[in-house]
């Protein structure tokens, strides 16, 4: 790809739980007989995206493709408070354009003018 610009795409996943793991912990005695045994339970979660922001990641994929230029996907659903704050300002800079997906509109940010609605 070329080193010329990139198309940044920010989309927010769902923290969904996957599955419940039951651990077992045995505490043993310094002669080492078995003393007492803990279970726990814990949840596992991962981070899925709606149907809106897979389309939109594919379109822009195509996109850049298109354009020979490198795509960059930024999930602020996983991010931290700083870190969505800095993407939230253009952290990009100028000739980056930016596709954000949101639930009431897809805007195109290259200097913030223009909005795409959605399909």
């Given at each position: 790809m070329s080193s010329e610009g990139k198309v940044r795409v920010l989309v927010k996943s769902r923290r969904v739980p996957t599955a419940v793991v039951r651990l077992q912990?045995?505490?043993y005695l310094l002669s080492g007989i078995p003393m007492a045994t803990r279970t726990d339970h814990k949840v596992l979660y991962d981070y899925v995206l709606d149907e809106d922001h897979r389309k939109a990641i594919e379109e822009a994929r195509k996109l850049a493709g298109s354009l020979s230029l490198d795509l960059e996907v930024v999930d602020s659903?996983?991010?931290?408070f700083f870190a969505r704050l800095m993407s939230?300002?253009?952290r990009g800079?100028?000739?980056?354009?930016?596709?954000?997906?949101?639930?009431?509109?897809?805007?195109?940010?290259?200097?913030?003018?223009s909005v795409l609605p959605r399909r």
């Open positions: 912990q045995t505490t659903g996983k991010q931290g939230s300002l253009g800079g100028a000739g980056n354009p930016t596709i954000e997906v949101s639930p009431s509109a897809m805007t195109m940010t290259p200097d913030s003018s």
